[in-house]
Every structure is written in structure tokens, then in C-alpha cells.
């Protein structure tokens, strides 16, 4: 029987990563559930990542922080590289770094199949975004709360997905910022007139009481962190419950209900 994972892991960036780097012209926008390590038992990492893959995520984020983009230091791309054969789900690396570039090839080598960047750390983003195209990874921005959408306007043939942070960057457990929703809306709207489908991304507080206006905005990728490793009935129960959430929200959206 297909995990859940294996039912919604069919469109959006991940197409790009599990195929021969082809990306799709237009997707239907699927609801994808990726849980930040960020709370997990670093000692243990390996199997969490695994309970994460049981519980039926979709793919896993990884937060990396160098303490000078943003006020915490976590890990880098040898850590990462040391649980990629735990798992099968997509990773992905969420570099708050300054001046990326030189380190995406090491992220794409330890196995993460898309690359996020902050636009407020790359002198040239589009040379960025090049670049991470070029190592074959789906190439992603993320703009934190401060951020005009106009920023990515000008590079979205570039873009397999972009962040919408709803927290300001570098620590797990904050608030989430509902001020944003009008944001990933607009953001939804500049996406959609793309000549290919984007993903739309959403970190920062989401847990069962936020989702919805997340998803309802138009994000189809919710990152989950605290709430889902603090879930009282489990990662599974707290997957399931989250997407159950984003799918009724879409749903709200479309008008099928």
C-alpha cells in the first residue's frame, strides 16, 4: 500500500528532483507536509529522519544557520550528507547563510535535491539560482518578513519554489505572524503568472491552529517543526492532521467545498 508520502509526492519541485530535470510547464497544486529537524534529537538524527519518513512526510527540511545571517549556528552539509542513506523522502536545504555560492555544490553533494536561498543574502541572485540549476537541484528563494515580493518578480523562470517566512529566520518554536497571509496571497497571484507551476512554501509557527490560513492564502508546502515533533498523539497522527488541514483550506480555495 502507498505510504502517504508516496500519494502526494507527485508534482512541485520534487518532480524536477526525481526526474532527469525536466520541470513540468504547469501542476495541479498538491499539498506537500515537510517537518524542520530543527527540534529533533540531533544525537539521534538518523532516526528521526526515519520516524519522519514512516509517519509519511513528503520531504524533510534542513535548517542551516552560519550565526552571522541569522543569531544560531546548526549543521552543515557533512551532517547532512551522514543520514541521507537513512532515508528515500527528499531533503532540502534551507540556507540562512551569508554568501551561499560557495557552499551549494557541497549541499547538493550530500544529497539535498533543492537548494532554498534567502534573497537578502545573495549579491546576484540569479547567478545563484544558475547555479543551482546547473548542479541539477530544484532551485528555491525565500524572503523573510520584511521582503517585497518584487524582489523574485524578475527571476521566477529561475524558480522551482519559493519561501514565504512567516517567523523572522533562525530560531524553531516562534509565533507565527498571521500579518503574512496577505503577503503569501500576493505572492500566490505574481506565481500563478509563471509559464510553469511554483511552489509556494510557508515556515515559521505552523502547526494545526495556523495551517489553514497558510494554505488558504495559497502555500501548498507547510513547514512544520515544534508542533509536529510535540504532537501529543505522534508524527503520524500530527502529519496526518496537517494535511487533513492544508487539503481543507485548498479545498476552501478552489470552491470545491
Not at 78 to 96: C, K, N, T, Y
Request: glycine fraction near 8%.
Amino acid at each position: 500500500m502507498p505510504s502517504p508520502a508516496d500519494e502526494h509526492q507527485t508534482h512541485s519541485a520534487d518532480d524536477a528532483i526525481a526526474s532527469d530535470g525536466a520541470r513540468p510547464a504547469t501542476a495541479p497544486p498538491p499539498v506537500l507536509i515537510a517537518p524542520s529537524v530543527l527540534p529533533a534529537n540531533f544525537a539521534r538524527l538518523g532516526d528521526e529522519c526515519q520516524a519522519l519518513e514512516k509517519a509519511g512526510v513528503d520531504r524533510i527540511q534542513f535548517d542551516v544557520m552560519d550565526g552571522r545571517f541569522v543569531p544560531n549556528l546548526t549543521f552543515g552539509p557533512d551532517v547532512i550528507g551522514s543520514v541521507r542513506s537513512a532515508v528515500s523522502v527528499p531533503f532540502e536545504a534551507h540556507l540562512m547563510i551569508e554568501d551561499p555560492d560557495h557552499l551549494i555544490p557541497r549541499f547538493v553533494q550530500a544529497g539535498c535535491q533543492l537548494i532554498i536561498v534567502h534573497a537578502e543574502a545573495c549579491v546576484h541572485l540569479h547567478r545563484t539560482l544558475s547555479l543551482i540549476r546547473e548542479l541539477d537541484a530544484a532551485a528555491a528563494v525565500a524572503l523573510n518578513p520584511h521582503t517585497p515580493i518584487e524582489t523574485i518578480a524578475s527571476v521566477t523562470d529561475l524558480l522551482d519554489m519559493v519561501l514565504v517566512m512567516t517567523v523572522n529566520p533562525g530560531f524553531g518554536g516562534q509565533a507565527y505572524l498571521s500579518s503574512m497571509e496577505p503577503k503569501i496571497e500576493a505572492t500566490r497571484a505574481l506565481l500563478d503568472r509563471a509559464d510553469h507551476w511554483i511552489d509556494l512554501e510557508v515556515d515559521g509557527g505552523i502547526s494545526p491552529s495556523t495551517i489553514g490560513g497558510a494554505a488558504g492564502a495559497g502555500a501548498n508546502v507547510l513547514i512544520s517543526g515544534s508542533s509536529l515533533f510535540g504532537h501529543p498523539e505522534g508524527l503520524a497522527a500530527g502529519v496526518a492532521e496537517l494535511r487533513r488541514l492544508a487539503v481543507a483550506a485548498w479545498d476552501r480555495r478552489s470552491g470545491r467545498i
